[in-house]
């Protein structure tokens, strides 16, 4: 089943639900207790804890800057998880089980506060510091509140499935030539991948609608891609609501022009620069990168203290040089990091050193970013350099999904 399919079975059910608790039977209550429990792993990218099956909403991951305040403090911390019926706050330093207090959640894209008041009613201690924090259960909530919630969660789901992708991408500025019938017009891409493309504009595209493009990769041999794609995700300012973008998925690519791309992306990310065209824009998300970067996201494990056991996080943009690591932790410029890349071929693990080069706090604007370390490698070995390369083409080789 698709995602699309997916939540549209799973809203068919929860909309009888939310207007009468009592509507569903036992059967179409364990239907939506599974479509809910599917929804979530894709949403998670992981398994469901024990207990999951007893939620009463479908949980989404968000961004977004929370303030609370009981009778003793007053803290602002962010929220990495919500529900119609609560969140969870990522913070070392939780509250008493059963502690009441007021909530103020900032929501950017809709322009307004969301006061309410909440419970805690989990605690999580982790080894990982994403996963460290408190469950808070909203308590009294009013009807418009909850209405709001209810499609708030929705609207963050649809988005979210809508913006994962089965394949890795290349932050690559190529020209791109958007065929009609009387004529063409040329833009630019924003990022890359086997499966299709990111183009800024404020061209009003349809989704799902069909265009024909010619790429012409800047690869030694210079070949000219004729591809059909298919409009899948348009992106739109959070306040003007006007369009900034548009994902588009390639339609029955043929095995040559993928075999192209694959090898452009290798080629970019491995910064091999002697397999590209002499002056040709080598893809580099800016003036002072080195490699291009695998616009891809991927566990790993981690630790910045050579005395402490590695935790489990995620790393994304990775390239020859370094990578982006997800952590909420506070890091310094300069600080050193250990990190444990698991080998997709089932080999075993690529052991890495590198140390912090840029620093970058979440955006409560930006629905799936967290905070996080730009990393640059350090004294990689030849041997080392040898396996990151291939595991970079391992990567970049993956196929979308059919």
């Known amino acids: ?49 024990v207990g999951a099956n007893r939620r009463q909403s479908l949980r989404t991951p968000v961004c977004m800057a929370v303030r609370y305040w009981t ?38 894209k809709e322009e307004h ?64 030539h958007f065929v009609f019938s009387d004529g063409f017009v040329e833009m630019r891409s924003q990022d890359l991948s086997p499966g299709g ?19 012409e990769l800047p690869l030694e041999q210079q070949p000219t891609l004729h591809l059909r794609a298919r409009a899948r995700h348009i992106d739109r300012d959070p306040r003007s609501g006007l369009v900034r973008g548009i994902g588009f998925e390639f339609v029955e690519p043929e095995l040559d022009a993928l075999e192209a791309i694959q090898e452009y992306m290798v080629a970019c990310a491995a910064g091999t620069e002697d397999r590209l065209l002499p002056g040709s824009p080598m893809a580099r998300g800016t003036a002072r990168r080195h490699h291009a970067r695998l616009l891809h996201r991927m566990p790993v494990h981690y630790s910045f203290d050579a ?11 990775l390239s020859a040089g370094g990578t982006f690591l997800h952590t909420i932790e506070s890091l310094k410029p300069g600080q050193a990091v250990r990190v444990e890349i698991d080998d997709p071929t089932g080999g075993s693990p690529l052991h890495l050193h590198a140390k912090v080069v840029r620093i970058c706090p979440a955006r409560p604007d930006n629905r799936g970013a967290i905070s996080g370390a730009g990393l640059r490698f350090v004294g990689l070995e030849p041997i080392r350099q040898a396996r990151l390369l291939e595991l970079l083409r391992q990567v970049a080789l993956e196929r979308p999904p059919s």
């Open 1 to 49: 089943m698709t995602h699309t399919s997916l939540l549209e079975a799973f809203e068919a059910l929860d909309e009888r639900r939310h207007l009468d608790a009592g509507s569903l039977d036992e059967s179409e209550h364990f239907r939506w207790s599974c479509l809910r429990s599917e929804l979530e792993q894709s949403l998670f990218q992981a398994s469901q804890e």
């Open 307 to 317: 005395e402490k056991p590695m935790v489990r996080g995620s790393i994304e943009d």
């Open 113 to 176: 506060r969301l006061k309410l008041t909440g419970e805690v009613v989990s605690i999580v201690q982790s080894e990982s510091p994403e996963q460290r924090g408190m469950g808070i259960k909203f308590v009294d909530l009013p009807y418009e509140d909850r209405f709001f919630l209810h499609h708030l969660v929705r609207d963050v789901v649809r988005q979210r499935l809508s913006e994962r992708r089965g394949s890795a991408r290349l932050s690559a500025l190529l020209p791109v």
């Open 197 to 215: 493309l990111f183009v800024p504009t404020d061209l009003p595209f349809e989704l799902d609608e069909e265009v024909t493009l010619r790429i």
């Open 71 to 108: 009778a003793e403090e007053l803290c602002d911390r962010s929220i990495n998880t919500l529900s119609e019926g609560g969140l969870f706050v990522a913070t070392d330093k939780t509250l008493p089980l059963g502690t009441r207090m007021e909530l103020d959640i900032e929501l950017v």
